[in-house]
């Protein structure tokens, strides 16, 4: 019998990188090689990657009307009309509960869910790919209507425990939109604490706050929301400050924008009947100085007329908001709620499809909310 040849190196990190992290820790002990080959950073960001992400890139969005008194069924459409193959079967209504719940936000392939649209107080994070989820302990305070953050970091997690990082943030919204607000009272729950904090934080200038309830997007623990003002909230949960930005130009309905994290800045989109607009913040995000930046101006008009079949008559178009990005920069597309149906324009060669039909008109599809699914 002839002796088993040594295996290539690549050989060898293509096993580990299938190896779950408790077996990883296990065979670190089989020679200093192995333990070499699984301390890589590579078999580290693996192992995370796949039990936690689903896939690396967008694959589509989970939408919910949230508007209506009806709990109305979670549903989930591709960002293509080419749908990607998965490793998992994806749970597309969200049903671990049994019963439908109500999306929150999204973040990294994970989603955050409440049993009740108003008076959350009993929180969930849900992986759809892996169907695995885990109940948070309830926040200290009950509002009727919250503003909420969610992020999933695995950068600071340890890469053996199968488990992942993540954090909520969230304050209450007033009753009233003219109750000015010189402390805002932050909520967040931790993942590496397991507990519920309280935190003040002064805004700049007392105002009246009243966000949407989008959830916020975040860059380093920054965390956005949009204002009904119109304008944008931040909450920098590191240097604990809390301030407002206006958005450039005439103020427009804040219902039709969406903001966005692309390549580490701000963004947000708005559209309407007359043009689809891409902002960018340029400069430091934590710092007020920061300034807007018009990346893309394209006329609805001119769309129409080469994609009549698309957005029908030119004299009566209506685009109902923006509801997401391509999280990838260099795809620069952007997704859009157009007359019943949720269509992807490519920014750099102006192509536009359509990736979803609802089947239903317009009016119907006006309130549903989107979540990224990356």
Request: charge should be positive; aromatic fraction near 12%.
């Given at each position: 019998?002839?002796?088993?040849?040594?295996?290539?190196?690549?050989?060898?990190?293509?096993?580990?990188?299938?190896?779950?992290?408790?077996?990883?820790?296990?065979?670190?002990?089989?020679?200093?090689?192995?333990?070499?080959?699984?301390?890589?950073?590579?078999?580290?960001?693996?192992?995370?990657?796949?039990?936690?992400?689903?896939?690396?890139?967008?694959?589509?969005?989970?939408?919910?009307?949230?508007?209506?008194?009806?709990?109305?069924?979670?549903?989930?459409?591709?960002?293509s009309t080419k749908k990607e193959k998965m490793d998992n079967d994806l749970d597309e209504s969200v049903s671990f509960l049994g019963r439908t719940a109500i999306l929150v936000a999204s973040s990294n392939g994970f989603l955050l869910c409440n049993q009740n649209r108003n008076h959350q107080m009993r929180y969930y994070i849900y992986n759809p790919a892996t169907k695995q989820?885990?109940?948070?302990?309830?926040?200290?305070?009950?509002?009727?209507?919250?503003?909420?953050?969610?992020?999933?970091?695995?950068?600071?997690?340890?890469?053996?425990?199968?488990?992942?990082?993540?954090?909520?943030?969230?304050?209450?919204?007033?009753?009233?939109?003219i109750d000015i607000q010189s402390i805002v009272t932050i909520e967040c729950f931790s993942s590496e604490t397991g507990a519920w904090m309280t935190v003040n934080l002064i805004p700049d200038v007392p105002l009246p706050l009243f966000p949407t309830n989008d959830?916020?997007?975040?860059?380093?623990?920054?965390?956005?929301?949009?204002?009904?003002?119109?304008?944008?909230?931040?909450?920098?949960?590191?240097?604990?400050?809390?301030?407002?930005?206006?958005?450039?130009?005439?103020?427009?309905?804040?219902?039709?924008?969406?903001?966005?994290?692309?390549?580490?800045?701000?963004?947000?989109?708005?559209?309407?009947?007359?043009s689809i607009e891409i902002w960018s913040l340029e400069g430091d995000f934590r710092c007020r100085l920061a300034q807007w930046h018009m990346k893309h101006r394209v006329r609805v008009?001119?769309?129409?007329?080469?994609?009549?079949?698309?957005?029908?008559?030119?004299?009566?178009?209506?685009?109902?908001?923006?509801?997401?990005?391509?999280?990838?920069?260099?795809?620069?597309?952007?997704?859009?709620?157009l007359r019943g149906k949720v269509i992807s324009y490519h920014i750099n060669n102006g192509i536009v499809e359509v990736v979803h039909d609802f089947g239903a008109p317009e009016w119907m599809t006006r309130n549903y909310k989107f979540f990224p699914y990356e």
């Open positions: 019998m002839k002796p088993v040849s040594k295996l290539h190196e690549d050989n060898v990190l293509d096993i580990l990188h299938k190896l779950p992290a408790k077996s990883l820790v296990k065979f670190k002990c089989v020679s200093r090689g192995w333990r070499e080959y699984i301390s890589s950073p590579s078999v580290h960001d693996c192992c995370r990657s796949r039990r936690w992400k689903p896939t690396p890139h967008m694959m589509g969005f989970f939408f919910q009307e949230q508007e209506s008194r009806r709990r109305l069924q979670i549903r989930f459409l591709f960002s989820w885990a109940a948070l302990p309830k926040p200290p305070k009950c509002y009727r209507s919250v503003a909420t953050g969610f992020v999933c970091n695995d950068n600071t997690c340890d890469p053996y425990k199968d488990s992942i990082c993540y954090k909520v943030v969230r304050f209450g919204i007033p009753k009233c939109f959830p916020a997007v975040v860059i380093d623990e920054v965390f956005y929301w949009l204002d009904i003002g119109p304008r944008i909230i931040a909450c920098d949960m590191v240097q604990r400050q809390c301030w407002v930005m206006n958005f450039p130009g005439e103020p427009k309905e804040v219902s039709s924008m969406c903001l966005a994290v692309l390549n580490g800045h701000l963004h947000y989109g708005i559209a309407d009947d007359v008009v001119s769309l129409a007329n080469r994609y009549p079949e698309i957005f029908g008559l030119v004299d009566n178009l209506i685009i109902s908001a923006v509801v997401g990005f391509h999280p990838a920069d260099e795809h620069r597309i952007v997704y859009l709620n």
